[in-house]
């Protein structure tokens, strides 16, 4: 099961200002035709609803913005720092996507930890999160990318590794618009 949009807003409200009354039109079947999949229903959501946010200067959640949907999707498809390391042997078993199970990144922290999905089940809601920190540590949380940040700043997730003021008690949040 997914959680909502509105949950992650009550566990993180400084996002709610950012919220597009009308929604953003995000071209869906460019995107997923690039990437070759499609993605969880939570995130469509999140994408249809904010922009891209920045949390306390630190998280960016990746939302493709209308118009470039397909660049966003190569860039999903193509990331270079994950395949340099899965090249290393640096990635724990876990593989770049378009492999079967491999991760797809939708957020990255200005400290070098980075949030995939692993693409583990045909469905795209049922696919876990997983957390590259930049201690070379792997987290797995079985848990969609909405309710895995409504869970850490809601503060039922922890994710160690992460700095010690992460999540901060007041998250501040910023909207990067198109």
């Given at each position: 099961?997914?959680?909502?949009i509105?949950?992650?807003?009550?566990?993180?409200?400084?996002?709610?200002?950012w919220?597009?009354?009308?929604?953003?039109?995000?071209?869906?079947?460019?995107?997923e035709?690039?990437?070759?999949?499609?993605?969880?229903?939570?995130?469509?959501?999140?994408?249809?609803?904010?922009?891209?946010?920045?949390?306390?200067?630190?998280?960016?959640?990746?939302?493709?913005?209308p118009?470039?949907?397909?660049?966003?999707?190569?860039?999903?498809r193509?990331?270079?720092?994950?395949q340099?390391?899965?090249?290393?042997?640096?990635?724990?078993?876990?593989?770049?996507?378009?492999?079967?199970?491999?991760l797809?990144?939708?957020a990255?922290?200005?400290s070098?930890?980075s949030?995939?999905?692993?693409?583990?089940?045909?469905?795209?809601?049922?696919?876990?999160?997983?957390?590259?920190?930049d201690?070379?540590?792997?987290?797995?949380?079985?848990v969609?990318?909405?309710?895995?940040?409504?869970?850490?700043?809601?503060?039922?997730i922890?994710?160690?590794?992460?700095?010690?003021?992460?999540?901060?008690?007041?998250?501040?949040?910023?909207?990067?618009?198109?």
């Open positions: 099961m997914q959680l909502s509105e949950a992650l807003e009550t566990a993180l409200p400084a996002m709610t200002p919220r597009a009354p009308a929604g953003r039109s995000v071209n869906w079947t460019a995107l035709a690039t990437l070759g999949t499609a993605l969880p229903s939570d995130f469509r959501a999140l994408a249809e609803s904010y922009p891209v946010l920045v949390v306390d200067d630190f998280l960016m959640v990746s939302v493709p913005l118009g470039t949907e397909v660049s966003w999707a190569a860039g999903a193509e990331d270079e720092i994950l340099d390391l899965y090249e290393m042997g640096d990635t724990e078993g876990y593989v770049p996507f378009p492999q079967p199970g491999g797809i990144g939708w990255d922290s200005n070098g930890d949030f995939y999905w692993r693409t583990s089940s045909p469905d795209p809601d049922a696919w876990p999160v997983v957390v590259r920190t201690n070379a540590d792997w987290i797995e949380f079985p969609g990318a909405v309710e895995f940040l409504a869970g850490v700043y809601g503060r039922t922890d994710v160690p590794g992460m700095p010690g003021d992460f999540p901060s008690d007041f998250p501040k949040v910023l909207g990067l618009s198109e």
